[in-house]
């Protein structure tokens, strides 16, 4: 259970700071379209987020015996977690305007 819970705050609090340092960085440079995190960056920060919310999930599914249920835990925190990061990369770049559809 502690490492569900782990998986889920690194997931979470790491796009938020991921998500505060590039609104702190655009804010001060006072252009919301341009500056902020570099696009290579950001990404990597995020794929490195990813990857950990990965590897502790897969810890958390110990208790189960059979090797098809590990993998299937593991895809629905994965989906699950997709479609979150998914909806809040949404509301942060098209609500603060960075970015439009």
């Known amino acids: ?6 998986a889920w705050f690194i997931l979470i609090g790491g796009h938020a700071l991921v998500f505060a340092i590039d609104c702190l ?10 500056g902020g995190l ?3 960056l950001m990404s990597a ?3 490195g987020l990813i990857i950990a919310f990965a590897i502790y999930g897969w810890k958390s599914t110990r208790i189960f ?6 993998i299937a835990g593991l ?3 994965l989906v699950v977690g997709f479609g979150g990061l ?3 990369s949404y509301v942060y770049f098209i609500g603060n305007g960075i970015d439009s559809i």
């Open 1 to 6: 259970m502690c490492d569900v819970m782990l």
């Open 25 to 34: 960085l655009r804010m001060r440079d006072g252009n919301v379209r341009d």
């Open 38 to 40: 570099a696009e290579p």
């Open 45 to 47: 920060m995020q794929w």
């Open 65 to 70: 015996s059979a090797v098809w249920q590990r």
């Open 75 to 77: 895809l629905l925190h």
């Open 86 to 88: 998914a909806f809040l």
